[in-house]
Structure formats: structure tokens, C-alpha cells
Nanobody, 119 residues
Framework: QVQLVESGGGLVQPGGSLRLSCAAS????????MGWYRQAPGKQRELVAV???????DYADSVKGRFTISRDNAKNTVYLQMNSLKPEDTAVYYC?????????????WGQGTQVTVSS
């Protein structure tokens, strides 16, 4: 059974920091591209950051320079360090694991963790 379990969300003041974690089980973690997406109320889910199985990273323009994605293959865990948080970062953050295939890709999602940036 595949599980992606996020943790680390919460309420933080503007300018503050949070570190999200996503622990994976039931998959061969090291071959998956891992990512963080977010969905704010009334908006579509959007990509925040991804990290390939080889460690290369990519970020949404809105978070570049503030957020850092990393992974620990020994712990089957991906992290999102969020600094200089803004109210517009408020959203439910979802962990994603994607295995690329020849014919199709396979996606797994976590249940989401709420991040609220407010004074």
C-alpha cells in the first residue's frame, strides 16, 4: 500500500519559516520524482517545487529564492523548507510522487497539510 504522509504545516506570521516533510512508504522512493504542490481556496492546484530522482530541482517563479526542496533517499522523505513566507503562500500543500513510464506515468498524492501565513 502506497502512502505519502505530509507533516509540518501550521500557522506562521509573514516573514516566518516552516519546514514540510513527506514520508513515503510502499514505493521505491529513489526512482520517483518527488514534488510539492499547493491549492489555495478557489484556485487550481499548482506546482511549487520538484526534485528528480537524481536531485535536480525546479521551482515555481513565485517561490524561487524562498523555498528549497530536498530529499533523503535513506529516509524515504522529501522536504520543503519555506522561508520569508507571504500571505499568498497560504494553501493546502500536497506531496506528490511520480514514476515516469514508457506508456504512462504513475502519480501518488498525500492527504495535504495546511499552511496559513497570517499576522
Amino acid at each position: 500500500q502506497v502512502q505519502l504522509v505530509e507533516s509540518g504545516g501550521g500557522l506562521v506570521q509573514p516573514g516566518g519559516s516552516l519546514r514540510l516533510s513527506c514520508a513515503a512508504s510502499g514505493i521505491i522512493f529513489r526512482i520517483y520524482r518527488m514534488g510539492w504542490y499547493r491549492q489555495a481556496p478557489g484556485k487550481q492546484r499548482e506546482l511549487v517545487a520538484v526534485i528528480s530522482n537524481e536531485g535536480s530541482t525546479d521551482y515555481a517563479d513565485s517561490v524561487k529564492g524562498r523555498f528549497t526542496i530536498s530529499r533523503d533517499n535513506a529516509k524515504n522523505t522529501v522536504y520543503l523548507q519555506m522561508n520569508s513566507l507571504k500571505p499568498e503562500d497560504t494553501a493546502v500543500y500536497y506531496c506528490n510522487g511520480r514514476r515516469f513510464g514508457v506508456a504512462y506515468d504513475v502519480d501518488y498524492w498525500g492527504q495535504g497539510t495546511q499552511v496559513t501565513v497570517s499576522s
